[in-house]
């Protein structure tokens, strides 16, 4: 082959995170025709059909088939639940350690470049122990916003800075309140994601934020007109470069292989609607509610009296992973009557392309989980945001376009749902949605898109 300059990518084994780490491949393909790179994909148990159906969809449709690799990992035996405790997490990325090493090494002896650095995701930074044997240097790619990274470094110096801090237990207290690195406003206890309240979790993302001290740079998915403030913050000195390479986005394609024509029957709904007019429900692939939830949901929209489109799914069953993999709408959960009263303004879908939705000229508005990767996609198509966050570090991301940058309206900034129990932890009432649509809906749409 070719000689080329070879790197090392190597994603957290979920959905968000790799296709996040596939498109910043990409660009870095794009802008620089003598680099290559391989993509080492870790076999996560459950996870693996949904990113190997789409990792085989990427292969096939490779518009870099020389220089851009993927590298499916062997499962690991007795390989721990991910979703069950972070302390499982952080096993399972451990235990895939050698299994990189070894493809990497078995690479390099087949006649691959050696590589002269190594990408890793934010939480897979225990992958720089192998680029350090083999001395070449690491750079995190840190897939959600500069706030969250701000965080991390400030619980981390909480923790180390020889008070004996409890961090977590810090967190938990309903009075907390400081002025945290990288935010205009005091954080508080109510949007701290779950994680650091966690005494498992809290303990994870600390040693995170630790090795992430130890590495070349950092690359953050997001701009400087977006989070000037949170990059500013983070160009102290005190932690290694940061990077903003983003919005990393992946716009106009299609996930896993096949077309999905429930897709197009989405779109040509949305084709008869005026522009502007319907409000867009979609809670991420964990964002599912319980029936008492779904009613309150159905009951403000139908009281709001604007057009919409509610991506809804059943539940997982119980001791499911978080993640469902139902895609038909959880009908039978909405009051009776309901599609009936608002079949001629309203569509419940399982799912659909959100891109391809965000993109359409009939939507005028988003109801949103606010995961980065879908705040990125919203702000790229000029779509105002409402705030439901469910969980990671949702709650902040909300926190921050309702308080810091004032881009979104908030319905609640501090919903946190429960993965085990399917549960949240407030029960969102119908006049809140209502209220909530009703000024998402007569906001101005966003001048300036990003996307142009």
């Known amino acids: 082959m070719s000689k080329t300059t070879e790197l090392v990518f190597v994603p957290t084994p979920g959905m968000g995170h790799v296709v996040s780490t596939v498109e910043l491949a990409k660009l870095i393909l794009r802008t620089n025709h003598i680099i290559s790179i391989s993509i080492f994909i870790l076999n996560i148990p459950n996870h693996s059909p949904k990113i190997n159906a789409y990792v085989d969809s990427q292969s096939r449709d490779n518009p870099y088939p020389t220089r851009l690799t993927f590298v499916t990992l062997p499962p690991v035996s007795n390989s721990p639940d991910p979703s069950t405790t972070p302390t499982h997490f952080s096993s399972l990325i451990h235990l895939h350690k050698p299994l990189v090493k070894q493809a990497v090494e078995d690479r390099v002896r087949t006649g691959f470049p050696k590589p002269v650095g190594f990408v890793v995701d934010m939480f897979c930074s225990e992958m720089a122990d192998i680029a350090n044997e083999m001395h070449v240097p690491t750079y995190i790619y840190f897939t959600s916003g500069a706030s969250f990274l701000n965080l991390m470094f400030y619980s981390q110096s909480l923790a180390d800075d020889g008070r004996n801090i409890d961090v977590a ?19 508080t206890s109510k949007v701290i994601p779950a994680l650091l309240q966690d005494q498992k979790g809290c303990e994870l993302l600390l040693n995170l934020a630790r090795k992430f001290r130890e590495m070349k740079g950092i690359l953050v998915n997001t701009y400087t007109e977006l989070q000037s403030f949170g990059i500013q913050a983070l160009m102290n000195g005190e932690v290694p470069p940061v990077y903003p390479v983003g919005p990393i986005l992946e716009l106009g394609e299609k996930r896993g292989g096949g077309t999905d024509t429930r897709d197009e029957s989405v779109i040509q709904w949305l084709d008869g609607q005026p522009m502007s007019s319907v409000v867009f429900l979609c809670f991420g692939s964990r964002g599912t509610f319980d ?14 009296g604007h057009r919409f489109l509610w991506a809804l799914r059943k539940p997982p069953p119980p001791g499911g992973l978080g993640v469902s993999s139902d895609t038909k709408p959880f009908l039978e959960a909405l009051p009776e009557g309901f599609i009936d009263r608002t079949g001629g303004r309203g569509k419940i879908i399982g799912w659909a392309s959100q891109v391809e939705v965000l993109a359409h000229p009939a939507v005028g508005g988003f109801i949103s989980h606010c995961g980065w990767n879908s705040t990125l996609e919203s702000l790229w198509f000029g779509v105002p945001i409402a705030t439901w966050p469910m969980d990671a570090e949702q709650q902040l991301n909300a926190f921050e376009l309702v308080k810091e940058i004032e881009l979104a309206v908030e319905i609640r900034m501090d919903y946190k749902r429960d993965l085990k129990t399917g549960k949240g932890t407030i029960l969102v009432t119908a006049e809140e949605v209502e209220n909530g649509v009703k000024t998402l809906m007569d906001m101005e749409p966003m001048e300036g898109k990003i996307g142009g």
Request: proline share 6%; net charge negative.
């Open 169 to 187: 237990m810090e967190f938990n207290k309903q009075e907390f309140s400081a002025v945290v690195p990288g935010f205009r406003n005091p954080v």
């Open 291 to 304: 029936e008492e939830q779904v009613k309150e949901i159905a009951n403000g929209l139908e009281k709001s």
